[in-house]
Nanobody, 124 residues
Framework: QVQLVESGGGLVQAGGSLRLSCAAS????????MGWFRQAPGKEREFVAA????????YYANSVKGRFTISRDSAKNKVYLQMNSLKPEDTAVYYC?????????????????WGQGTQVTVSS
């Protein structure tokens, strides 16, 4: 089993920044992809960003492109999400996720493991 633990969420004003972190532990895999999804109240869980094992390939949802940056430290089994220029519509619970097959998918069904989530609230 793999455990994913997110941290770094909180309350921030519009235009501010937050950095989310996710630590993976337990069973290890090689060449796995990691990503972030988010879910706002009453809405479906949606893709935010994903990163390849090497970190050389990243993919973003259009809604966050240019504002969010995903990165990872594979040696430490950690992934990060730097969020800048935050907007009230970014308010959601953010989930860290892992795909053991290394795909950079946007579908939640492609990801095998999930963290418990961390709340991000952006006030206007």
């Amino acid at each position: 089993q793999v455990q994913l633990v997110e941290s770094g969420g909180g309350l921030v004003q519009a235009g501010g920044s937050l950095r989310l972190s996710c630590a993976a532990s337990g069973r290890t895999f090689s060449n796995y992809a990691m990503g972030w999804f988010r879910q706002a109240p009453g809405k479906e869980r949606e893709f935010v960003a994903a990163i390849s094992w090497s970190g050389g390939i990243t993919y973003y949802a259009n809604s966050v492109k240019g504002r969010f940056t995903i990165s990872r430290d594979s040696a430490k089994n950690k992934v990060y999400l730097q969020m800048n220029s935050l907007k009230p519509e970014d308010t959601a619970v953010y989930y860290c996720t892992l795909d053991t097959l290394g795909r950079l998918g946007t579908s939640r069904h492609q990801y095998n493991y999930w963290g418990q989530g961390t709340q991000v609230t952006v006030s206007s």
